[in-house]
């Protein structure tokens, strides 16, 4: 059974940081594209960043130069460091798997809320 398990959100003050986790079990991950995705009350699923299984990133015009993706295969874990939040990047953040978009998998989300 395919599982993603995302950690590490939770309540921030604008400006401040959290570091996003998602652990893969039941496949091989390193050749998947791992993705972190997110949604905010009223709105549509929105992709912020992925990395490809050979490293390339791609990230939303709205979190370059303060969100980074990056994953470590041998443990099965991407990450999502995010840096100088703004209470617009509130949200549920979600971990996808995607390969060739044949197997698609998704976590079941964490609760990032950026207030002071």
């Known amino acids: 059974q395919v599982q993603l398990v995302e950690s590490g959100g939770g309540l921030v003050q604008p400006g401040g940081s959290l570091r996003l986790s998602c652990a893969g079990s039941?496949?091989?991950?390193?050749?998947?594209?791992m993705g972190w995705y997110r949604q905010a009350p009223g709105k549509q699923r929105e992709l912020v960043a992925t990395?490809?299984?050979?490293?390339?990133?791609k990230s939303a015009d709205s979190v370059k130069g303060r969100f980074t993706i990056s994953r470590d295969n041998a443990k099965n874990t991407v990450y999502l460091q995010m840096n100088n939040l703004k209470p617009e990047d509130t949200a549920v953040y979600y971990c996808?798997?995607?390969?060739?978009?044949?197997?698609?998998?998704w976590g079941q989300g964490t609760q990032v809320t950026v207030s002071s």
């Open positions: 039941g496949t091989i991950f390193s050749i998947y594209t």
């Open positions: 990395i490809a299984s050979g490293g390339g990133t």
């Open positions: 996808n798997a995607d390969y060739k978009t044949r197997n698609v998998y």
